[in-house]
């Protein structure tokens, strides 16, 4: 399993962002994949997450209505469109993916995916 986020730079608050994450190499058809972020000092905490039944989605309470989680089957793509950019959204990125279970109701619990990939730094600074 190889997952490949991109798409970071650094940005002026109440800028946007697009993240890409290249997922690859697991047969599942049932699986969730998560955004998730780490800011200096901090811990891992989950962003957003996509069900890939039915496509449902689940957002950490400091993106709600922010960010949007979305994929390209075609090409093997999951997005994370960051709108209206903070300081405190400053922070690696990181995609990962549980290809077991597809639920995302406890995309809190991190151990729960299995596969991550490298990060991508995203720096919202004036």
């Known amino acids: 399993v190889q997952l490949q986020a991109s798409g970071g730079g650094a940005v002026q608050p109440g800028s946007s962002l697009n993240l890409s994450c290249a997922a690859s190499?697991?047969?599942?058809?049932?699986?969730?994949i998560g955004w998730f972020r780490q800011a200096p000092g901090k811990e891992r905490e989950a962003v957003s997450c996509l069900n890939s039944r039915d496509g449902s989605t689940n957002y950490g309470d400091s993106v709600t209505g922010r960010f949007t989680i979305s994929r390209d089957n075609a090409k093997n793509l999951v997005y994370l469109q960051m709108n209206d950019l903070k300081a405190e959204d400053t922070a690696v990125y990181f995609c990962?993916?549980?290809?077991?279970?597809?639920?995302?109701?406890?995309?809190?619990?991190?151990?729960?995916?299995?596969?991550w990939g490298q990060g991508t730094l995203v720096t919202v600074s004036s």
């Open positions: 190499g697991f047969t599942s058809d049932e699986y969730a």
């Open positions: 990962a993916v549980d290809p077991i279970s597809p639920w995302c109701g406890n995309f809190y619990y991190l151990p729960r995916f299995n596969y």
